[in-house]
């Protein structure tokens, strides 16, 4: 019931307070998010923590207008990577080696399935699904944060070009695939005030 209560209580914020969040609430949300599930686990993206706000205001001008941006506490932006192929198994796998404690013959078959299913796509589709994997993040993100009782807003009109420029992302072989805007929530936003509306399940679900 504490799932619901939070995700009663979470809606994409349209005004922030000026308190700033707590580091420690900050680096338990990023943490949650970290642990988010992908495809085959291979985490083909990077968060990144903009708490400064005068890179905030300079990413507000490729914002479309919106003032979140600039007067939430912190800004998430979701990066996927733009290069992917056997490195991109191999990274996973070296990690796994490390965590598991296992030789490389143990995920030598998995890693050729990896590296095979990869090498299926082409590099658009690739690059696509790196999206879609921070996608997939971004959702473990607002639901953390609604547990946490962290406000938030996620948030696709904005000019990705230039948050790529201004963040450098291009030499991190790096490319936006979302923002989100965390905080409190503003008492002046009377958008916290109104009953959610979802589609119900008969309209929503389909059992068999």
Do not use: N
Not at 11 to 25: G, H, K, W
Not at 68 to 81: G, I, R
Not at 91 to 100: G, L, N, P, S, T
Request: charged share 25%; hydrophobic share 40%.
């Amino acid at each position: 019931m504490e799932l619901h209560a939070a995700l009663d209580w979470r809606y994409a914020v349209r005004a922030f307070s000026p308190e700033t969040l707590d580091q420690q609430s900050v680096e338990s949300l990023i943490e949650a998010t970290r642990k988010s599930a992908s495809s085959y686990g291979l985490q083909p993206y990077r968060l990144i923590v903009i708490e400064s706000e005068a890179v905030r205001r300079v990413l507000l001008a490729h914002s479309f207008g919106q003032q979140k941006v600039l007067e939430c506490s912190h800004l998430v932006v979701l990066a996927a990577h733009t290069d992917i192929g056997d490195h991109t198994v191999d990274r996973y796998v070296e990690q796994v080696m490390k965590v598991r404690g296992i030789p490389y013959g143990d995920i030598a078959g998995y890693a050729r399935h990896m590296k095979d299913a990869l090498a299926r796509k082409t590099s658009r589709e690739k690059r696509e699904w790196a999206h879609q994997q921070a996608y997939i993040a971004l959702g473990t993100l607002l639901t953390s944060a609604a547990l946490l009782r962290i406000d938030s807003c996620p948030m696709t009109g904005f000019d990705r070009p230039a948050y790529d420029e201004v963040l450098g992302l291009a030499e991190l072989g790096l490319e936006t695939s979302a923002i989100v805007a965390l905080g409190y929530r503003s008492p002046a936003d009377e958008h916290a005030r109104l009953t959610k509306v979802r589609f119900d399940d008969r309209d929503m679900v389909i059992r068999m």
